[in-house]
Each structure stands twice: as structure tokens, then as C-alpha cells.
């Protein structure tokens, strides 16, 4: 298990809370409209993950929902959003495994280029108040 993934459950536990993986929610739901072959991702339906997601979270019981994946900023309603957690691998590690496992360099870069609008997601996170851990 990754150490992200470790953090997340840890979280989840300790605030009693539902968590929703995106990826996965998107897969349940049916939330995508097909497949990206060179960049090897799925893409997503944003606007019917906004939609869906906005239901999920308005007919739960639990005030706190961990809403996990890299495109949460772009879809979960910022109303709605009351702290901000940033959790990212090592980027030498990261490297690493996606050279192991056979990443492409386009997909690589691609993964690079999220690293880094994470890092201005947490500059936003701070400036809207939000709170942030990283």
C-alpha cells in the first residue's frame, strides 16, 4: 500500500467519515465517456460527476466526506468544501514507479502537470481560508 493511500484511510477513520474515491465513483455510476488511449486514463463526464456527486453528498448523513482524486478540486461544489487535504507522493518516487510500470512519457508529463496544479490547488486552499494539510 502506498503511503498516500495509508494517510487516507487514517483520515477517514479518525473523522468517522465517508470517503469517495472519484475514480471508482465515476466507474460505479457510469460517469465517463470513454478512454483516452495515448494518455492510457479514462475520461471523465464533469459535469454529470458534478451533478452526481452533489446528490451523493446531499443525501448522506455524515458531515465529513473524503473525496479523494486528483480532478476533486474541478468537480466537488466549493460550497460544499470545508478543508482542503493535499496528499502527494515523494516526486522521485513517483518517477520511479511510473518508469517500473511502464508509464509512457506523455502520460508521465501529463502526471507532472497535476503534480504541480496540486501544489497551486494547496496556495489556493490557504488563500480561500479552506485550511490545508499537506
Do not use: W
Request: charged share 25%; with cysteine.
Amino acid at each position: 500500500m502506498h503511503r498516500k493511500n495509508h494517510y487516507v484511510k487514517q483520515i477517514v477513520q479518525k473523522l468517522n467519515s465517508d470517503y469517495i474515491n472519484l475514480t471508482d465513483f465515476a466507474k460505479t455510476y457510469k460517469l465517463t465517456v470513454g478512454e483516452d488511449l495515448e494518455r492510457q486514463t479514462t475520461i471523465i463526464d464533469e459535469e454529470a460527476m458534478q451533478q452526481k456527486l452533489q446528490e451523493t453528498i446531499a443525501a448522506s448523513n455524515n458531515v465529513n466526506i473524503i473525496i479523494d482524486g486528483h480532478y476533486a478540486a474541478a468537480v466537488t461544489p466549493s460550497d460544499l468544501v470545508f478543508k482542503v487535504f493535499v496528499l502527494r507522493r515523494n516526486p522521485k518516487e513517483l518517477k520511479n514507479f511510473m518508469q517500473k510500470s511502464g508509464f509512457t512519457k506523455l502520460r508521465f508529463g501529463k502526471t507532472c502537470l497535476r503534480k504541480s496544479l496540486i501544489a497551486a490547488l494547496s496556495s489556493y486552499a490557504n488563500a480561500a481560508g479552506k485550511g490545508l494539510r499537506t
